[in-house]
């Protein structure tokens, strides 16, 4: 067999039993030992298994970047398997320990995988980021140039639900988007039920609207041929106006159900009638299923046929469970076929028991052309399609000497200054905003280095002389990326960003910011970027209640249990403008590491396999420590290992103070009043609870494991306190954040921080009101009863 559509048809229906046997082997051949479902989705592999053969083994150069459809994971590693990426042992444990994973991922199954989908419309968005990244890198003079590839999207049609999808195809219309295909799978059924009618129509005219090409692939070769005959017009009217829900019933049903209803509504003895009859059932249920989405032919033809960079939408209409005995049936979303049908299955299939994963089994070809012609193709044809970067060397820490500033200004300066300077590291920063660019300090940084945009786009406020601290002009040599309001394309695009190395063999460091509280905005996509191991600094400000003429909407509570929570991100909350200093530089560095992921036996962290980095700032401006900035490589280790003695304690300590962020003046100046009757107060600046707490839990894994003398950094810094010492831990956020530090050798703790909505006021007022000013700190070091009652001195504050 030479004719290429002949082996695609073959490949496809190897793809289509694979991807079913996997899924069935997975539940109903492999032991269980709890009890409990392992999933998969049939249903939605079968109406995917056509285009993704079309594309893979005929349309995708090495170039093109896929984000496959969550549910049609089994299809992509059965390509995978055939095209020697993936393992046989890796399916057989398919959704079970160290087996090939539920949807693709990036980090975690050994295939080619582009980008990790699993919740769904975040992967479909990312290629249209990762495509304005591409053309980011192509207008760059130090980036090398590269054949471009096309982002491509195959998408359940369901997942145009996801409110996010939009958001990007609004912000990929401002910039210009090229080079992106999405390919949906209209198979016109969700998780529960059949989508309602015209849908296909509301598609097309909002990705119209938006600049795109829309493709309708609705009828296959078949049907078109059929379309010709005489009475095949009658029987396009009849498909065209069929209801989504009969369409798929009445594939469920069959050929005799098929002819039965097309025989009572368009029969008419004549030519409808002999194009009915002329038709076996078998011949007839082939016909009626055989849409554009599963026909390679006309797939083949409407992907060969662009030759734009326009981005396109093609319309695939499919049948979800095509080919197999759930096809139609609304209720196969999660539905799995039972023994028998797979029985029936095998049988049409022509797989011989204990014969499940041979290669060519059921085929007219043999295994070695099946691969043979895989590995062929442009895209399989160079192996896996990773790239690499190399490190680009960090300048050190740009030092400050304000006397009193926030730190969110200090950000401003610090990157204002890297701005300025040529070191190549400078050329490699990438900044973005949702809007608010001014309002978080990236404004210095823009007016340096400009907006990126392929067209060049003057500041019209300048050329016309209207006095403006901004200088807003767009080329291709500039370095900020304005965004819209929406911080889930924030966090998509520095995912897209932060792959860069991977995706384009470029380095890029790319830095975020937005409010603080709206973290939590954009928190799905944040965790999605998080989960493919994208690289990217993100500047959440200003934080807390210090914020406080704004009140509560613009307020945040709960981000410091999110940066400690969240995989893939360190998180810190510096007071002090060294402290920051020491933080970013080490955060520019930490970005760009791929180490081995062997843990510091210092802090028990993996620091070497590098991740991503958030900054928790505030607008509150402080004065800066005595002797700032401070220069000496223990403090710097002290920052970035998370905690240091901003005051050590001596051997009686009876109250440590434990802070991080903001609160340092409260901290300080309630250390400063209880000293007078307390001995040997302690003061500990916290910088990063999330680095403390995750070398804690690491150590004493370690520990059982047989190391005992694993020792984390909180450990060794509380290791000196007496018995009887108390822990009071202060935090403008919420509490859990610190509370947490008695633990480590059993001291008692005291925690302080918000647990409610803010409100507007002052920071004094707010302060007071949730217990967190210096007053507070007193009074609870007054309530501990470990000895002689304290007296309290007169707070100026």
């Not at 295909?181 to 209209?186: A, C, G, S």
């Not at 059929?226 to 009849?238: I, Q, V």
């Not at 979303?333 to 049409?348: S, V």
């Not at 730190?407 to 401003?412: A, K, L, M, S």
């Amino acid at each position: 067999m030479t004719d290429r559509h002949d082996i695609l048809r073959e490949i496809e229906r190897k793809l289509l039993w694979l991807a079913c046997w996997t899924v069935h082997n997975a539940n109903n051949v492999r032991e269980k030992t709890d009890g409990l479902k392992i999933g998969g989705h049939q249903a939605s592999c079968a109406s995917m298994v056509s285009m993704m053969t079309a594309l893979y083994c005929s349309v995708l150069k090495p170039e093109d970047r896929v984000a496959v459809k969550p549910h049609a994971s089994p299809v992509f590693h059965a390509l995978q398997y055939l095209a020697g990426n993936q393992t046989r042992e890796k399916l057989e444990a398919f959704r079970g320990y160290g087996g090939a994973q539920s949807y693709p991922s990036r980090t975690k199954d050994v295939d080619d995988v582009d980008f990790s989908t699993g919740s769904v419309g975040l992967g479909v968005a990312i290629t249209a980021f990762a495509s304005m990244v591409q053309d980011y890198l192509g207008e760059k003079a130090w980036a090398e140039k590269r054949p471009e590839g096309r982002m491509i999207a195959l998408v359940g049609d369901a997942e145009l639900d996801e409110g996010n999808v939009y958001e990007a195809l609004q912000e990929g219309w401002k910039h210009g988007l090229r080079n992106t295909w999405w390919v949906i799978d209209y198979n016109r059924q969700s998780l529960d039920g059949v989508v309602r009618e015209g849908l296909s129509q509301r598609i097309a005219a909002i990705f119209g609207a938006f600049g795109w090409d829309v493709v309708t692939l609705k009828y296959g070769a078949l049907q078109r041929a059929a379309f010709d005959e005489p009475g095949g017009t009658r029987l396009k009217d009849w498909i065209d106006n069929c209801p989504n829900a009969l369409y798929s019933a009445l594939t469920f049903q069959g050929g005799a159900a098929w002819r039965k209803r097309l025989l009572d509504e368009i029969g008419d003895q004549g030519d409808a009638t002999r194009l009915i009859e002329s038709r076996s059932d078998a011949e007839l249920q082939a016909l009626m299923t055989n849409l554009g989405g599963h026909c390679q032919d006309t797939l083949i033809e409407a992907f060969e046929a662009i030759d734009h960079d326009r981005p396109v939408a093609f319309v695939a209409y499919t049948t979800k469970g095509w080919n197999t005995p759930l096809a139609g049936h609304k209720d196969n979303h999660g539905g799995i076929m039972t023994n028998a049908q797979m029985d029936a299955f095998r049988a049409a299939m022509s797989i011989r028991e204990g014969h499940e994963w041979d290669m060519a089994e059921g085929l007219s070809i043999g295994a070695h052309e099946v691969r043979d012609f895989i590995r062929s193709r442009p895209f399989f044809a160079g192996g896996t399609r990773r790239t690499t970067a190399p490190r680009v060397a960090t300048p050190g820490p740009v030092w400050l000497a304000d006397k009193a500033l926030a730190t969110q200004g200090g950000f401003g300066k610090i990157l204002d200054a890297l701005a300025k300077s040529d070191h190549p590291l400078a050329d490699r920063i990438v900044t973005t905003s949702p809007d608010v660019t001014v309002s978080t300090n990236l404004g210095p940084w823009v007016n340096r280095r400009g907006l990126f945009s392929r067209e060049k786009i003057a500041d019209t406020f300048r050329e016309e002389r209207v006095p403006s601290a901004q200088k807003w002009w767009f080329s291709k040599e500039g370095q900020h990326i304005e965004l819209g309001i929406a911080e889930m394309n924030l966090f998509l695009l520095l995912g897209a960003a932060g792959l860069s190395h991977s995706l384009f063999g470029e380095r890029l460091l790319p830095v975020g910011t937005l409010y603080d509280p709206f973290v939590m905005r954009g928190l799905d996509a944040l965790n999605y970027a998080c989960y493919q191991d994208a690289r990217f600094l993100l500047i959440g400000t200003p934080s807390g209640v210090s914020l406080a003429p704004e009140g509560g909407a613009h307020q945040s509570v709960g981000t410091p249990l999110i940066g400690m929570s969240q995989d893939g991100l360190a998180s810190f909350e510096p007071a002090f403008l060294d402290e920051l200093s020491v933080v970013m530089d080490w955060a520019f560095d930490y970005m760009q590491r791929d180490g081995a992921g062997d843990p510091d036996e210092r802090t028990w962290l993996r620091d070497e396999t590098g991740g991503s980095v958030y900054l928790r700032l505030s607008t509150r401006a402080i004065e800066q420590p005595h002797g700032s900035p401070r220069k000496d490589a223990a403090f710097a280790q002290g920052v970035i290992d998370g905690a240091y003695w901003l005051r050590e304690p001596g051997p009686n300590a009876e109250i440590v103070i434990a802070y991080q962020g903001v609160v340092a003046p409260e901290a300080i100046e309630a250390a400063g009043r209880i000293g007078q009757d307390r001995r040997d107060i302690g003061v500990l600046a916290v910088t990063s609870a999330d680095r403390l707490n995750a070398g804690w839990h690491a150590a004493m894994r370690t520990r059982k494991r047989g190391q005992t003398g694993a020792m984390s950094q909180i450990e060794r810094l509380l290791a000196g306190l007496p018995p009887h010492c108390t822990l009071i831990t202060v935090i403008d956020g919420h509490p859990a954040t610190l509370s947490w530090l008695g633990s480590v050798h059993g001291h008692r703790t005291v925690p302080l921080g918000v647990e409610h909505f803010g409100q507007t006021g002052t920071i004094a007022d707010l302060y007071r009101h949730y217990g967190i000013d210096a007053d507070a700190i007193v009074d609870a070091a007054h309530r501990i009863t470990v000895g002689r009652p304290i007296r309290l001195a007169v707070s100026n504050a």
